[in-house]
């Protein structure tokens, strides 16, 4: 589908890469050209407008199946004044895009969705726990920044039809990437932070927002949702922090260590349900505020999402299924890596049949991932997997047995640098590969009559038609998320070319997602 994302923030931004991942074509705007060309690496198109300028919004979304608002802004921090909210700005940013949009809306056919990313803040003053989304939401007239999060809420929710859903994700405090946790420090740091220091804490990590909002795209949700992972928290360690408890203890260790100034402006609010979102299947990853983002590449992080099963997303008919390792040497010996020798796994992928949809092997490969030049890096290198009988053996824990005299020659070894901002591993090069490699079951005699350098004469003395020449190199990307695991472009060609050239009908790459 085509999405656009009104607002490429922090939010929109990991929307995009999840939305990217499932197949849909996405566009996003920003109000300032001097973003465009960093969005552009992570956009399939971006428009430069104000959420507020009818005509290019109208345009933007004429042809668009799914609109994101993910707009945000009019807080700041000042030195000696502290956290400002400044209404007119969010008068501006939220109020005026929402009108605008559903103006827009009014004539438009195209968009069959819409999209909005509210705050928990309309919870201010609500001392129910659990908190769910139909509750009565207060009015807030001496707080008119939280009157302007309800007061969109609804100017929005107007763009329902019978054939328009609205879907709006009030959200926790939202952190992750750049955005840590300690940001509110640095706030305080400057001054009297505006919001109930007694309010229970609420949280959210920016990756599942960004997943959700592809999951409400992806299940066309309706309605109203909490997006908060405290609720798992909480229930896992039997007790509610409060922003005193849990912003003070990150003061306290500040070096000088100093107490945060709570204004009580915003009113607080009590612990808030997440079971709505919950029942329509979406699950939170991350539900603690601890969370810290990995900074370097990590041998086992990397061994464990590719040990996840994963399916091809387009045809369902391929399967793959990884192991960690555990090799036999001779005498009875276990080896399972670690240090300098890396750590070693199995690959397996299966092929669903058409006919009785019953699913076989295809092809095996022993893999061992290993420490790269530096920290960003790690490289990865494959081998041939001569298994007895076809099949590892199994042991109860999850891993395979496999002898040392299983492991066949080496096939290609391939480099992956670690991305921090996207949490993932990419590889990205070309490589020296022999085919019944890259096919895996095909018999090498098979090979060598398909694919041939030399002419070979018939019997009657007759030309055969030429052979298909033996392909070189395989270019490769290969991707690690944490929930969409693995691109994998595999086309044939020949050293000299500069740009490869697709074989055997893979026309576009197979994109395995984790089941």
Not at 416 to 422: A, E, G, N, R, T
Request: aromatic share 8%; hydrophobic share 40%; proline share 5%.
């Amino acid at each position: 589908m085509k999405v656009a994302i009104i607002g490429c923030g922090l939010v929109g931004i990991e929307a995009a890469h999840h939305l990217k991942r499932a197949g849909h074509e996405v566009t996003g705007t920003t109000t300032r050209e001097s973003r465009v060309s960093e969005l552009k690496e992570v956009l399939d198109d971006v428009v430069v407008l104000r959420g507020s300028d009818r005509e290019a919004l109208s345009s933007l979304l004429e042809d668009k199946d799914v609109v994101i608002v993910t707009v945000s802004g009019g807080m700041f921090a000042q030195a000696g004044r502290g956290t400002v909210r400044a209404p007119d700005l969010y008068k501006s940013i939220y109020i005026d895009t929402a009108t605008t949009l559903n103006e827009v809306l009014q004539t438009n056919r195209s968009v069959k969705q819409v999209i909005y990313t509210s705050a928990e803040t309309v919870y201010a003053g609500v001392e129910t726990s659990p908190i769910v989304e139909t509750i009565e939401l207060p009015d807030h007239p001496e707080d008119i920044a939280t009157d302007i999060f309800v007061r969109t809420e609804k100017i929005v929710s107007e763009a329902r039809r019978p054939d328009r859903n609205v879907c709006i994700f009030r959200l926790a405090i939202v952190y992750g990437k750049r955005f840590s946790m300690e940001l509110m420090i640095d706030l305080a740091r400057k001054g009297p932070v505006p919001f109930s220091g007694d309010c229970i804490l609420t949280f959210v990590h920016v990756r599942d927002v960004g997943r959700a909002l592809a999951h409400a795209v992806n299940k066309n949700l309706d309605g109203v949702y909490n997006l908060d992972a405290s609720a798992a928290y909480y229930k896992k360690t039997g007790k509610a922090l409060t922003n005193r408890e849990f912003f003070g203890s990150l003061a306290a260790r500040e070096n000088p260590p100093f107490e945060i100034t709570w204004l009580d402006l915003v009113k607080g609010w009590g612990e808030v349900s997440n079971e709505a979102v919950l029942n329509t299947g979406f699950q939170f990853e991350i539900t603690t505020p601890d969370f810290k983002e990995p900074e370097r590449a990590d041998v086992a992080e990397a061994v464990r999402r590719l040990c996840l099963p994963m399916r091809d997303a387009e045809t369902q008919r391929f399967s793959h299924r990884g192991y960690p390792v555990e090799i036999e040497l001779p005498g009875g010996a276990r080896m399972s890596g670690g240090g300098l020798l890396g750590q070693p796994f199995l690959q397996e992928l299966y092929i669903k049949s058409a006919e009785d949809e019953k699913e076989r092997p295809m092809t095996s490969m022993l893999g061992v991932m290993q420490r790269g030049r530096d920290e960003g890096k790690l490289l990865m290198h494959y081998y041939e997997a001569k298994l007895a009988n076809g099949s590892a053996r199994r042991n109860g824990a999850g891993t395979v047995l496999v002898q040392a005299s299983e492991i066949g020659e080496l096939m290609y070894a391939l480099e992956l640098q670690y991305d921090p901002d996207d949490d993932c591993y990419r590889g990205d090069q070309r490589y020296d590969v022999k085919l019944r490699h890259l096919i895996g079951m095909m018999p090498a005699d098979l090979v060598k009559k398909i694919f041939s350098k030399d002419k070979q004469g018939s019997a009657n003395g007759s030309i055969a038609p030429a052979a298909m020449p033996m392909p070189q190199a395989e270019w490769h990307v290969l991707e690690l998320y944490p929930t969409h695991a693995m691109y994998m472009h595999a086309f044939l060609a020949n050293k000299s070319d500069d740009r490869p050239m697709p074989m055997m009908g893979m026309q576009k790459p197979f994109r395995f997602e984790y089941v």
